[in-house]
């Protein structure tokens, strides 16, 4: 798997983690982690896919 992948599929979890969090404590600050959680992983789909297309 390419780095950008992994950095973007940390990010996605790392997102995701903060959003449980911000949910749980009430806020609805979480809207944004869910948002960057999305783009994250279609970040990490696309370099994935584009690594995986070069070989």
């Known amino acids: ?25 009430g806020s609805w600050l979480g809207i944004v982690w869910v948002l960057l959680a999305g783009l994250s992983s279609n970040m990490c789909w ?3 896919r584009r690594g995986k297309a070069r070989g």
């Open 1 to 25: 798997m390419p780095r950008l992948a992994l950095y973007a599929l940390v990010v996605c979890a790392l997102s995701v983690a903060a959003a449980v969090v911000s949910f749980a404590q």
């Open 46 to 48: 696309y370099y994935a």
